[in-house]
Nanobody, 125 residues
Framework: QVQLVESGGGLVQAGGSLRLSCAAS????????MGWFRQAPGKEREFVAG????????RYADSVKGRFTISRDNAKNTVFLQMDSLKPEDTAVYYC??????????????????WGQGTQVTVSS
């Protein structure tokens, strides 16, 4: 089992940047593919970005491609989401999630086994 704790959210103006972190407990962090999802008020939770256990493969939602970058540091049991050129429509609670099938990046919520509690990102216009 793994526990996930997100941090780094906050209030930023449009065009600004934030870097989210997700710290994982346990010694088996490298066994998991990781994903970032977000949920805006009144909307479904949606896939944002994912990364395989090695960090070699990544995948992004079309809405964030070219603006967000996912990365991981297995030695520090942490996955990151660098968010640049933020837009008001990026406002949401951001969640990290772990998938035990470490070779695949899944875009559906049901593909993930563990979730963090979320961190709020608010982008003002």
């Amino acid at each position: 089992q793994v526990q996930l704790v997100e941090s780094g959210g906050g209030l930023v103006q449009a065009g600004g940047s934030l870097r989210l972190s997700c710290a994982a407990s346990g010694r088996t962090f490298a066994s998991y593919a990781m994903g970032w999802f977000r949920q805006a008020p009144g909307k479904e939770r949606e896939f944002v970005a994912g990364i395989t256990w090695s960090g070699i493969s990544t995948r992004y939602a079309d809405s964030v491609k070219g603006r967000f970058t996912i990365s991981r540091d297995n030695a520090k049991n942490t996955v990151f989401l660098q968010m640049d050129s933020l837009k008001p429509e990026d406002t949401a609670v951001y969640y990290c999630a772990a998938n035990q099938d470490r070779l695949w990046i899944r875009v559906g919520r049901t593909g993930y086994d563990y979730w963090g509690q979320g961190t709020q990102v608010t982008v003002s216009s």
